[in-house]
């Protein structure tokens, strides 16, 4: 359900039009997204926009209950990780929901996917920097 306002049209409505335990999925600049899944394409540049940013903006508009990340995440950029799960800890805090996290293989996160309403790629450039969100409700 979304939250607040987003200026990009194609994020907005598919965070508008999510149900219960929907999914979208936020990328780095090289997750393969399969050819049947909604693309929004925000990347500009190696960096632009960043992983963080585009979570921040998506947790700004959609309530979540659940992240999927890949294991390999917390060992191969633990810093990127620990930031995303400071704001994931943050919009427990705000929204005084428990979410919960799941850890996946890689090659099992990238089949996942497919499953997700869409697949938002940011410029960034940062090994496994992919999260699975799975929608809330906001009452």
Known sequence: ????TLLNSELSYIIATLGHTDEITICDAG????DASQ???LALIQGI?????TVKATLAE???EGVIVAEEFKTVSPQMHDELMTLIAAEEAQCGKSITV?????EEF????????A???TGECTPYANVIFQSGVVF
């Open 49 to 53: 926009p960043t992983f963080i940013d």
């Open 102 to 106: 799941s850890y996946i293989p890689h």
């Open 62 to 64: 959609m309530q979540i």
């Open 31 to 34: 997750l393969p997204i399969p």
């Open 39 to 41: 693309r929004i394409d």
């Open 1 to 4: 359900m979304k939250k607040n």
């Open 110 to 117: 990238k089949i996942h996917t497919r499953e997700s309403k």
């Open 119 to 121: 697949i938002v790629r």
